[in-house]
């Protein structure tokens, strides 16, 4: 069973960015759909962004596009999740998670088998 460690949360002023890393312990990484997803304070996991194994299919959540980006490293086994201009509301615990389903960018959190244990990230305003 392949194990997922997200790094690169941290705290950050509004307007800032940061790169999440997510990094995956064997070479099975390569053929499954990778996603994220957050969890605030006081609310309910929601998804922000997905790929597929391959990197030709991705989606990204409404409430962060244009600001979120994610790409994958299938030579490196590992998924990142680029933020550019976090407001205050983007504070949560940021989740990886994958899929052996691979060519399918699902929103779903159903659709993923395997989770890591998340990064804090927080935006001071």
């Known amino acids: 069973q392949v194990r997922l460690v997200e790094s690169g949360g941290g705290l950050v002023q509004a307007g800032g960015s940061l790169r999440l890393s997510c990094a995956a312990s064997?070479?099975?990484?390569?053929?499954?759909?990778m996603a994220w997803f957050r969890q605030g304070p006081g609310k309910e996991r929601e998804f922000v962004a997905s790929?597929?194994?391959?990197?030709?299919?991705?989606n990204v959540a409404d409430s962060v596009k244009g600001r979120f980006a994610i790409f994958r490293d299938n030579v490196e086994n590992t998924a990142y999740l680029q933020l550019y201009h976090l407001k205050p509301e983007d504070t949560a615990v940021y989740y990886c998670?994958?899929?052996?389903?691979?060519?399918?960018?699902?929103?779903?959190?159903?659709?993923?088998?395997?989770w890591g244990q998340g990064t804090q990230v927080t935006v001071s305003s």
């Open positions: 998670a994958g899929s052996t389903s691979g060519g399918t960018a699902a929103t779903s959190r159903e659709f993923y088998s395997y």
């Open positions: 064997d070479n099975m990484f390569r053929s499954y759909a």
């Open positions: 790929i597929s194994y391959d990197s030709v299919n991705t």
